[in-house]
Structures are given as structure tokens and as C-alpha cells.
């Protein structure tokens, strides 16, 4: 359940059409304008914070990968091909099963 908070308004222009469609098509769902402007902006804002925390978690597992390599912490790509090659293998086997 959310917690109450302060509200405000919000007042911007918008064209005549524009506005007159999106209130019947917010009628016919049985929500107002209001309501799905409200939840327009809490997807806009989520979807942001995801990326911000995607793009912060990605920075963070670039620098690992990176103070690792730094040192010495580093498979052969020969081991890494034989590794895949095995899976590639298992994987092929299982399909003709």
C-alpha cells in the first residue's frame, strides 16, 4: 500500500485532439486522465531508476572484470574454445536422443 504524500499539480499544454482521444480511451478503460498520467510518470521514473542501477551494476562487473585481468587472473582462450566445444558437444548428443 503506498503512503500517502503531498500532492501538486501539474499543468502543461496539450493539443485539443490530443486530449479528447486520450480521455475517451482512458473512459473506455475505466480510468481517468489523472489516473493514467499518474502511472505513465511512476513507469517513466521506474524505468529510469532501473537503468541508472543496470548501468551502475554493469560499471561495477566491467571494473571486476578489469582488476582481474589486471592481476593475472586470466583463462587462455584455448581453455575457454575446449570448455564450449565440450558443452557443444553434450548439446549435441542430448538432441539426437
Do not use: C
Not at 501538486?8 to 498520467?37: P, Y
Not at 571486476?64 to 593475472?72: N, Q, R, V, Y
Amino acid at each position: 500500500m503506498r503512503k500517502h504524500m503531498p500532492e501538486a499539480t501539474f499543468t502543461f499544454r496539450v493539443d485539443d485532439d490530443l486530449k479528447a482521444q486520450f480521455s475517451e480511451a482512458a473512459k473506455s478503460n475505466d480510468r481517468t486522465g489523472a489516473q493514467l498520467l499518474r502511472e505513465f510518470m511512476r513507469d517513466f521514473v521506474s524505468s529510469k531508476q532501473a537503468a541508472v542501477e543496470y548501468d551502475a551494476w554493469f560499471k561495477r562487473q566491467v571494473q571486476a572484470g578489469l582488476d582481474s585481468a589486471d592481476a593475472g587472473q586470466l583463462i587462455s582462450a584455448e581453455v575457454v574454445e575446449a570448455e564450449f566445444a565440450a558443452r557443444r558437444d553434450a548439446t549435441r548428443r542430448k538432441l539426437r536422443q
